[in-house]
């Protein structure tokens, strides 16, 4: 089955920094890359998604690259604010007609005022 | 609307009791999804609903039950449960068939089994 490896498990930058947190697959057919953000106590909710006809997909200070070669993509957050602080899950799907998402263990955001 | 709602918040019960988790969305997905998130780890699958039938259940033991009753609800019937059992329950949604795959996810009721 698939298996996602997610780095780093936390991270801590400045305000006003970026962060990059990165995520490895392993099933080809995976084709549909969610990044969930949970804050603590609250549902993950979906930020940012790509599919794998996409190289990269931006949506304001959020950026999601993927590199189908290296079957590997990462989540950019630029210009960090403290309320960026929480868990990100990435997770990675074979998409239509699979309902099974398969997610990293999650990095833990912390951005320092 | 991307909402999905979930009741209980909390629910507090014994080994020997039985209650019931529920979910509804208005937002015409035809797949529901039942997740199990223990502290600091990523949601777990546990049921997956396709068009009120169930499609994937992920070796879940029978102390929970399942039921979708109609395309906007989901229940999680539970029964025996164990401390172990203890976490946060999440409901989620998506479309079927349009090639939109994103995942909704409710608020969640935190289980602790006393």
């Known amino acids: 089955g698939e298996n996602v490896e997610q780095h780093p498990s936390t991270l801590s930058v400045q305000e006003g920094d970026s962060a990059v947190i990165k995520c490895t697959y392993s099933?080809?057919?995976?084709?549909?890359f969610p990044w969930y953000k949970q804050e603590l106590g609250k549902r993950p909710q979906l930020i940012i998604d790509?599919?794998?006809?996409?190289g990269e997909k931006k949506d304001q200070r959020i950026a999601v690259t993927l590199n189908k070669t290296a079957k590997h993509f990462s989540l950019h957050i630029t210009e960090t604010q403290p309320e960026d602080s929480a868990v990100y899950f990435c997770a990675a799907s074979k998409g239509a007609g699979s309902y099974q998402l398969t997610f990293g263990k999650g990095t833990k955001l912390s951005v320092i005022p | 609307d991307t909402e999905v709602t979930q009741t209980p918040k909390h629910l507090v019960m014994g080994m020997t009791n039985k209650k019931s988790l529920k979910c509804e969305q208005h937002m015409g997905h035809r797949a529901m999804y039942w997740y199990k998130q223990k502290a600091k780890k990523p949601p777990e699958l546990m049921f997956v609903?396709?068009?009120?039938?169930?499609?994937i259940n992920e070796s879940v033991p029978s102390r929970f039950s399942p039921e979708c009753p109609n395309s906007s609800l989901l229940n999680l019937h539970l029964h025996a449960l164990q401390p172990e059992d203890s976490a946060l329950y999440l409901c989620a949604s998506s479309q079927v068939g349009t090639g939109r795959h994103e995942q909704y996810f409710g608020p969640g009721t935190r289980l602790t089994v006393t």
């Open positions: 790509i599919r794998s006809n996409v």
């Open positions: 099933d080809s057919a995976s084709n549909y």
């Open positions: 609903y396709s068009y009120e039938k169930l499609s």
